[in-house]
């Protein structure tokens, strides 16, 4: 028996290919792309094998022997290793670190038994080749033009589908769908959504519109033998349309023809924790890679997309009405609280648009987009106020289950029955949050069917569901929400969204705070009038003149964006700006800052600006003290360059400090 030398990539934090000593007869090696069992360190890990080769630089008494081959798998394919490597390279991280978390947890055991099982049971599930989609609705004049654009494209081209809300951007997509899979009958198509709780609707859609076709679901609330499946059926190429949220970019699809990105502008498809990758880019690349179309739509597109629309690089699609006969965009108007002063945290005017929703049986829906019941619980006597002892937060006020939570820590205590620094029983919730709103309304409309839907109302599994059916059967006059309840959902009688206290993010340090809120209240107010019912948006602010609420008004998309993205030139910022941030923590906050200065002085550097060290916003979370440090540059090469020998002197620093390092960063 003769051997064979694999390379194969571990998940770990640092270098991550090894090498292993495989034995096997000359023209039965194992196959790039395979799965490999190996021992590691004191376990058992399952490795990618990236390479096959017949010597090592290992010398021969400390190489070991890998302990078996998944062979019953067929190998991942080279194009979606060229993904993995492409991430790992892009991102500044290991090859298995970011291959191998993206694969399902049960792939990566050290018995096959799970494997087998999900085997077996995706060869028994009856074979879908009929693509042929069934109740095709009638689109009109500019939804075909852009369904054509998207399902004749041939080769990498990107498109940005810009459509307002209720324009029916969903049936553009399904009926390019049809055009691909009628054309090709291996053709997978890749849709990403940016919530699980959009998915159901969606799914359910895709199911009655493709009975033929196999369709798999990706996202994390997914059991793990499910997860197993529904990769498996990607990954044989049997599923022909495939379902799911950012994770599912990294799925392997042998034969991927087509990409859908919905609400590209979604922070939601960018990871916010170890690889911090957003799932947008990496499948804008993905589709360049495989040389096939990509569609990202929006109502309200990041202002990356738009300016690649703007310059070219991106086609423009747009639908400019709302789809359904008679639907228009509703009323946005403005209530001034100064004038109008709100009781219970609601303006007389809005109190008055709700009472005629009800004698109406129409539905409203309130959006604050701040949960619990006050962000915090302060005593007047002495001026005490519920900080959190472990981060630079207010401990928020949760009054139905008699908490203060922190929601960055999670650290949970009983509500005080007094203050703790001077005995005052007289403890005041300031300000409002989502159960607040509710008690409020249950006092002001006590006949109304109240139903509020946040994080806290949704922690059981199915529960957001529950809740969003009983609002679509008609069950609820009034929803109050967080941003859970902006996105997506369709509820056929709401014509009133009253929007509560969105005037912090005006003046936010984050400068992408704008964008953010002006897509959100877009996304809001879109939830109103769908079905053709005239329908009205009230938001409350203190500072009814700023240039953002008038583009509210005016549903003006264009020209918001187009002066967001002049003061982003102004002010040398993306897109115009290529940005890394170096992340430390320490239990010391100037543990965390001499090791960023050790980092801006370890390499000087011509090609990129690295600005000096500062605290974060919220310097202490759990205990732990964290700064950052940012890197930019106007040319992307230029900044990658940089990064990836920095990342070596990073290391070679040797700091015991925690630190990352995130690319195209979010939040600054
Ligand atoms: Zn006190
Ligand atoms: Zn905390």
Redo the contacts with the bound molecule.
């Keep these: 028996m003769s051997h064979c030398i694999l390379q194969i990539a571990l998940d770990t934090p640092l270098d991550s290919l090894f090498d292993y000593r495989w034995a096997c007869e000359p023209g039965s090696e194992p196959q790039v792309g395979q799965l490999a069992l190996v021992n590691f360190g004191r376990r058992e890990a399952v490795g990618l094998i990236v390479a096959v080769k017949h010597e090592t630089d290992v010398p021969a008494d400390k190489l070991k022997d890998a302990i078996a081959v998944r062979s019953q798998l067929s190998p991942l394919p080279e194009r979606w290793i060229a993904l993995a490597r492409f991430a790992a390279a892009y991102y500044h991280r290991p090859l298995g670190e970011v291959a191998l978390p993206g694969l399902p947890k049960n792939l990566r055991l050290s018995t096959t038994v799970a494997l087998d099982r999900a085997l077996k049971k995706l060869a028994k599930l009856p074979d879908a080749h009929d693509p042929m989609p069934t109740d095709m609705p009638v689109l009109n004049a500019a939804q075909r033009q852009a369904a054509d654009a998207i399902g004749g494209a041939l080769g990498f081209s990107p498109m940005l589908l810009y459509g307002v809300t209720g324009s029916g951007k969903t049936e553009v997509y399904l009926q390019a769908c049809a055009q691909v899979l009628h054309r090709d009958d291996a053709a997978q198509i890749l849709i990403l959504v940016p919530e699980i709780n959009l998915t159901p609707q969606l799914e359910a859609n895709i199911r009655a519109r493709f009975p033929g076709v196999m369709l798999a679901t990706l996202h994390s609330s997914l059991s793990e033998g499910e997860r197993m499946l529904h990769w498996l059926a990607a990954h044989t190429g049997r599923a022909r349309i495939v379902l799911g949220t950012r994770l599912a970019i990294l799925s392997s699809l042998p034969n991927l023809k087509m990409i859908v990105i919905d609400e590209e502008h979604d922070p939601s498809y960018k990871q916010q924790e170890g690889l911090r990758y957003s799932a947008r880019d990496l499948a804008v690349w993905r589709a360049r890679q495989l040389d096939i179309p990509i569609v990202l739509g929006s109502a309200t597109p990041s202002l990356e997309s738009w300016h690649h629309a703007q310059t070219g690089r991106y086609r423009r699609l747009e639908l400019r009405e709302r789809a359904v006969r008679d639907a228009v965009l509703p009323r946005v108007k403005l209530i001034d609280m100064e004038r109008d002063k709100p009781k219970e945290g609601l303006t007389p005017t809005l109190m008055q648009a709700l009472r005629l929703r009800i004698e109406r049986g129409e539905q409203s829906l309130l959006f604050l987009n701040r949960r619990g019941y006050a962000p915090v619980l302060c005593?007047?006597?002495?001026?005490?106020i519920s900080n959190c002892t472990r981060c630079t937060a207010f401990m928020v006020l949760h009054r139905p289950e008699r908490r203060l939570r922190c929601h960055h820590c999670s650290l949970e205590t009983r509500i005080p029955h007094a203050?703790?620094?001077?005995?005052?029983v007289d403890?005041q919730p300031l300000g409002r949050g989502t159960q607040r709103v509710e008690e409020g309304l249950q006092a002001l409309f006590p006949q109304a069917r109240i139903l509020r839907i946040d994080a806290d109302s949704t922690r059981r599994k199915g529960s957001a569901q529950e809740a969003f059916d009983t609002v679509h059967r008609g069950d609820v006059d009034i929803l109050i929400g967080t941003q859970m309840v902006a996105k997506g959902h369709d509820f056929k009688r709401l014509t009133l969204v009253g929007v509560l206290n969105p005037d912090t993010a005006l003046f936010s340090q984050d400068y992408r705070a704008s964008e953010r809120l002006f897509a959100q209240l877009m996304q809001v107010a879109g939830r109103a009038g769908r079905a053709g019912l005239e329908s009205e948006v009230l938001i409350q602010s203190r500072y009814c003149q700023h240039p953002l609420y008038g583009a509210v008004m005016r549903h003006d998309y264009d020209r918001f964006a187009g002066s967001l993205l002049e003061e982003r030139h102004q002010a040398a910022l993306p897109p115009y700006m290529y940005q890394a941030l170096l992340r430390a923590e320490a239990p010391e906050l100037a543990t965390a800052i001499e090791f960023l200065e050790a980092a801006r002085d370890a390499m000087p550097s011509d090609a990129v600006v690295i600005n000096d060290p500062i605290p974060m916003t919220m310097t202490r979370v759990h205990n732990v003290d964290r700064a950052q440090l940012l890197v930019e540059s106007n040319s992307r090469p230029a900044l990658q360059a940089f990064l990836t020998e920095w990342v070596e002197a990073l290391r070679a620093l040797k700091s015991r400090v925690r630190w990352s390092l995130e690319v195209d960063p979010l939040d600054i």
């Design positions: 005593c007047e006597a002495c001026g005490w203050c703790p620094t001077c005995g005052n403890l």
